[in-house]
């Protein structure tokens, strides 16, 4: 069969552009093994998010072999870390481990010094997590049912313990005084700890709390757990229902962990970058934090945590302003 001339020159234009990607994809992989590459996690070290991009952190210098650190830059509900990012050379060596906050600060605060959909230029969704409803094993409340009907039985007669305004454990629970027609009263605390010490005293009656802070406590039958908040079953608390199973229909809240870049940062280094926690979120370091923080491993394509955000967002907006929430 005769090649034209036409097909040669298109034969040559793809083995061009080819050449072209892979010359520059060597580049890029080049420069991450040079230069240090730096996750800020804009919360105190030790904690939850800490740990899990600690963990990433190490992974991920193997996968690009390079070095990867953590900087902790808490503040202002992590607007502090945040704003770093945002503001922050576009080359990839400045991410932001994101969570939460960063879908919910948006309807929260009625200025932010960046804009959360336009600054920033996501790379991969590494986990998804849940909270788990509690209740002092004492209280006489054993499902969600019991907890509904002892909500309209005292109309904002039951508290629930928060890790403060904004925080999943707060709108967790202003969603299910929405969906399930009820009203607990928010009781804000300086972290878990405190308010799980109120609920074990009787202070406070319910709390939408992490995996972390409640496991052991569960275990020990020092709290008991009504559901999950998670839209699924999980497999670390396999018999639990979900709320929406246990009678709130619609009912799904979840924590996340999600890598972002700056803005204009190239599709060339976020695909590096992807493929690097791509790889690293299969590693049997995160085995520990599967069970002990009840994650749920995620990656995939950087419009994949896109679009989940996007999701979150639109969720959480509603949630906020239909309770009249806001953070000066």
Known sequence: MLITAARMRFAHALLTIFACLTVSGAAVASEFASQVTRIVVPFAAGGGTDIIA????????????????????????????????????????????????????????????????KDFAPVALVARSFNIVVVNPSSG????????????????????GTFGQGTSAHLAGELFNSLAQVKLTPVHYKGAAPAITDLLGGTIQVMFTTVASATSLIKAGKL????????????????????AEAGVPGYAAESWYGLFAPAKTPSATIALLNKAVDKSLRAPSFDTLVENEGLIMVGGAPEQLGQYVQGEEALWRKVVHDAGIKIE
């Open 54 to 117: 600690r963990t990433l952190a190490q992974e991920m210098a193997k996968e690009l072999n390079g070095t990867v650190i953590i900087e902790n830059k808490p503040g202002a509900g992590t607007i502090v870390g945040t704003e770093y990012v945002a503001k922050a050379e576009p080359d990839g060596h400045t991410l932001v481990m994101a969570t939460f906050a960063h879908a919910v600060n948006p309807s929260l605060r009625a200025k932010l010094p960046y804009d959360t959909d």
């Open 141 to 160: 409340i054993n499902s969600i049912a019991d907890l509904i009907a002892a909500a309209k039985a005292k109309p904002d007669g039951l508290n629930y």
């Open 224 to 243: 008991k757990a009504l559901a999950v908040t998670s839209a699924k079953r999980t497999a670390a608390f396999p018999d639990l229902p979900t709320v």
